[in-house]
Nanobody, 124 residues
Framework: QVQLVESGGGLVQAGGSLRLSCAAS????????MGWFRQAPGKEREFVAA????????YYADSVKGRFTISRDNAKNTVYLQMNSLKPEDTAVYYC?????????????????WGQGTQVTVSS
């Protein structure tokens, strides 16, 4: 049974940083591209960042480029999202997702498995 468990969310002031983690189990992690998405109240789920299964390529939404960094540790079956210079508009539930493919997708339907999400709240 595949499980993705996010952690690291919380409340932070604007300009601060958080590091999200997503621990995967029940799959061969190195065979999966990984992505982070977010969903704010009343809005659709949106792409944030993605990384190929080898970690050789990364992709970012324009809204987070230069502030967020996605990375992975295949030995620990974990993907990370380092979030710096946070803004109130980054407030959302953040989800990690796994895609059984070498390349990373930027659409929710590209992904096969999802975590339960972790809340990130940025105060102004």
């Amino acid at each position: 049974q595949v499980q993705l468990v996010e952690s690291g969310g919380g409340l932070v002031q604007a300009g601060g940083s958080l590091r999200l983690s997503c621990a995967a189990s029940g799959l061969t992690f190195s065979n999966y591209a990984m992505g982070w998405f977010r969903q704010a109240p009343g809005k659709e789920r949106e792409f944030v960042a993605a990384i190929t299964w080898s970690g050789s390529s990364t992709y970012y939404a324009d809204s987070v480029k230069g502030r967020f960094t996605i990375s992975r540790d295949n030995a620990k079956n974990t993907v990370y999202l380092q979030m710096n210079s946070l803004k109130p508009e980054d407030t959302a539930v953040y989800y990690c997702a796994a895609r059984q493919h070498f390349s990373a997708g930027q659409k929710a339907y590209d992904y096969d498995y999802w975590g339960q999400g972790t809340q990130v709240t940025v105060s102004s």
